[in-house]
Nanobody, 119 residues
């Protein structure tokens, strides 16, 4: 069964750090981009970061550049989002998603993990 499962969310004070994990199972991911999105209450879902599973490419939204780092561990089939210098405006549900390279349709989404940053 193809699955993406996020974990690592929680409550943190402004300026703190969290590391989110996205466990990917059920298929070979070498031809995929793995993205992180987030959605805050009353707002649209927004792109946060991307990594090419086969390596050599990452991208970030301007709002998180320099604070967040996306990475992956091929042996563990896991994608990470290290979030530092967190701000209250980073509060959202964070989702990981798998995008087959060369297409524009996300094939799989995780269930999301809540991140709350207190001021």
């Amino acid at each position: 069964q193809v699955q993406l499962v996020e974990s690592g969310g929680g409550l943190v004070q402004a300026g703190g750090s969290l590391r989110l994990s996205c466990g990917a199972s059920g298929r070979t991911w070498s031809n995929y981009f793995m993205d992180w999105f987030r959605q805050a209450p009353g707002k649209e879902r927004e792109f946060v970061a991307r990594i090419r599973w086969s390596g050599g490419y990452t991208a970030y939204a301007d709002s998180v550049k320099g604070r967040f780092t996306i990475s992956r561990d091929n042996a563990k089939n896991t994608v990470y989002l290290q979030m530092n210098s967190l701000k209250p405006e980073d509060t959202a549900v964070y989702y990981c998603a798998a995008l087959l390279m060369g297409t524009d349709k996300y094939e799989r989404w995780g269930q999301g993990t809540q991140v709350t940053v207190s001021s």
